[in-house]
């Protein structure tokens, strides 16, 4: 594990001088981040936004910056944010340098965890410098997103030459630089999307079964212990691993494949095929005994079937009838 990052850049000279700040792009991200310049010292000069959300949004994390078009944003700022979404990025790169907005020596700053820093090569040719910092932090677009910034890990790519500059820029936005190599880009933000985006699925989907199960707050019976799952996998990773599919209770989770394809079948598949990987990863590391996990894999298997359909096998292992559903 890397060695966590000082507060102040390790070298002074590479702290940015105070620069003005444009948006292109005023979704979540960008205002909070210029906030989060702002307070750093820098001064936000320009933000550009196309919904009436977006307009609305700046003006109540910016006020009094004005509101103009993307070209414009370029002219008057030093640092440019460019916080559009992931496939709109290098389209809107392109027609900028195309329409010579982009001025040489300017910083221009992408937020997206997909792209590095190459995505911006038509601006770094047109003379600006080009860097990815992409906040690993859900957004809410309000004034929150500042305050939970401090600490905020940023996957940092860009010229070697720019390596410096770019990570005093994520501290002073109370931030914490971590190097992430251009070619690893893809795979960083799969981790991260994985990761955060899949768990809410799976927490509103716990709770939606909970208020099927007739509990009154399913968000306080399960924040404890989910809060201490977390936790656990933070420090442990697989050594976390607990649970029916962990210990190999094949029976209850043939009662669990049965309740959900009473109760919400839409759920199913997602159950079925996290728990293989559980069990893959449970078995991989020992926690799993492979008596256990034979059985275990059956129901999974004999689950699947059933979901998926005419002709399916159903928990009991017998065929379903010809046409049939097989449960």
Same mark, same amino acid.
């Given at each position: 594990?890397?060695?966590?990052?000082?507060?102040?850049?390790?070298?002074?000279?590479?702290?940015?001088?105070?620069?003005?700040?444009?948006?292109?792009?005023?979704?979540?991200?960008?205002?909070?981040?210029?906030?989060?310049? =702002? =307070?750093?010292?820098?001064?936000?000069?320009?933000?550009?936004?196309?919904?009436?959300?977006?307009?609305?949004?700046?003006?109540?994390?910016?006020?009094?910056?004005?509101?103009?078009?993307?070209?414009?944003?370029?002219?008057?700022?030093?640092?440019?944010?460019?916080?559009?979404?992931? *496939?709109?990025?290098?389209?809107?790169? =392109?027609?900028?340098?195309?329409?010579?907005?982009?001025?040489?020596?300017?910083?221009?700053?992408?937020?997206?965890?997909?792209?590095?820093?190459?995505?911006?090569?038509?601006?770094?040719?047109?003379?600006?410098?080009?860097?990815?910092?992409?906040?690993?932090?859900?957004?809410?677009?309000?004034?929150?997103?500042?305050?939970?910034?401090?600490?905020?890990?940023?996957?940092?790519?860009?010229?070697?030459?720019?390596?410096?500059?770019?990570?005093?820029?994520?501290?002073?936005?109370?931030?914490?630089?971590?190097?992430?190599?251009?070619?690893?880009?893809?795979?960083?933000?799969?981790?991260?999307?994985?990761?955060?985006?899949? &768990?809410?699925?799976?927490?509103?989907?716990?709770?939606?079964?909970?208020?099927?199960?007739?509990?009154?707050?399913?968000?306080?019976?399960?924040?404890?212990?989910?809060?201490?799952?977390?936790?656990?996998?933070?420090?442990?990773? *697989?050594?976390?691993?607990?649970?029916?599919?962990?210990?190999?209770?094949?029976?209850?989770?043939?009662?669990?494949?049965?309740? &959900?394809?009473?109760?919400?079948?839409?759920?199913?598949?997602?159950?079925?095929?996290?728990?293989?990987?559980?069990?893959?990863?449970?078995?991989?590391?020992?926690?799993?005994?492979? /008596?256990?996990?034979?059985?275990?894999?059956?129901?999974?298997?004999?689950?699947?079937?059933? *979901?998926?359909?005419?002709?399916?096998?159903?928990?009991?292992?017998?065929?379903?009838? /010809?046409?049939?559903?097989?449960?």
């Amino acid at each position: 594990m890397n060695a966590p990052h000082q507060t102040e850049p390790r070298d002074p000279s590479a702290r940015p001088a105070r620069l003005t700040v444009g948006v292109v792009g005023a979704g979540r991200v960008g205002p909070a981040l210029a906030r989060a310049l =702002q =307070q750093a010292g820098h001064r936000p000069v320009a933000v550009s936004g196309v919904s009436d959300a977006s307009r609305r949004r700046a003006e109540r994390m910016l006020p009094d910056v004005p509101l103009v078009p993307p070209a414009q944003v370029l002219e008057l700022a030093d640092l440019v944010l460019l916080t559009v979404p992931d *496939d709109a990025l290098p389209g809107l790169v =392109q027609g900028l340098a195309d329409t010579g907005a982009v001025r040489p020596g300017q910083l221009l700053v992408h937020t997206s965890g997909r792209y590095g820093a190459s995505v911006l090569d038509p601006a770094r040719r047109a003379g600006a410098l080009p860097l990815a910092l992409h906040p690993a932090m859900t957004f809410t677009g309000t004034e929150v997103d500042v305050q939970r910034l401090a600490g905020c890990p940023f996957g940092v790519t860009a010229p070697d030459e720019l390596r410096l500059a770019a990570e005093a820029l994520v501290i002073e936005m109370g931030g914490e630089p971590e190097w992430v190599a251009e070619a690893n880009r893809p795979l960083y933000h799969a981790a991260l999307a994985l990761g955060a985006n899949h &768990l809410v699925t799976l927490v509103a989907q716990a709770m939606e079964l909970l208020a099927k199960a007739g509990v009154e707050h399913p968000d306080r019976m399960l924040g404890p212990l989910l809060g201490a799952a977390l936790d656990n996998a933070l420090r442990s990773g *697989d050594a976390a691993l607990t649970g029916p599919v962990a210990r190999g209770d094949a029976g209850t989770v043939a009662a669990h494949v049965a309740e &959900l394809r009473r109760h919400a079948p839409g759920t199913l598949s997602g159950y079925l095929a996290m728990a293989r990987t559980t069990a893959d990863r449970a078995l991989a590391h020992g926690l799993l005994r492979p /008596e256990l996990a034979e059985d275990l894999l059956v129901v999974l298997a004999d689950g699947a079937g059933a *979901d998926a359909g005419p002709g399916g096998r159903d928990l009991n292992g017998t065929e379903g009838p /010809e046409g049939g559903d097989g449960r």
